[in-house]
């Protein structure tokens, strides 16, 4: 048996993007899913989705200022469609992190920033 499942998709970021609807008929359970697409292209298709997933947690990961045995160590028993719990940002991590891409005007308005706001 199917479902119908509506797909939206909108054509920018502007509140009056264009946007449009559809509905295709999809499938229930995993095994309707294998016999409409095969296991194959699920398997494809779950992995594209995952890689997604872990690069966006990998991104956040090296701007809250991790190394790359630190990531792979925190996320070693990550498994596709399990939600990661919310944690905390580093604030300091993320200004350091940010310190190294501004250039040399932008570090030191930032830097004077700062010492305006430690004087009180």
Wanted: proline share 3%.
């Amino acid at each position: 048996m199917s479902k119908d499942y509506n797909i939206t998709a909108k054509a920018g970021k502007a509140a009056d993007a264009k946007s449009a609807t559809i509905t295709l008929a999809g499938p229930e359970t995993i095994e309707e899913a294998v016999d409409m697409y095969g296991g194959e292209a699920i398997l494809s298709n779950g992995m594209a989705n995952f890689t997604v997933t872990m690069q966006g947690r990998i991104r956040a990961d090296i701007k809250a200022g991790l190394d790359e045995a630190a990531i792979q160590a925190k996320h070693a028993s990550d498994k596709m469609g399990v939600s990661l719990p919310k944690g905390t940002a580093d604030p300091v991590a993320g200004i350091k992190n940010k310190w190294a891409s501004m250039d040399p005007a932008a570090r030191k308005a930032l830097l004077a920033e700062l010492k305006s706001m430690a004087a009180g």
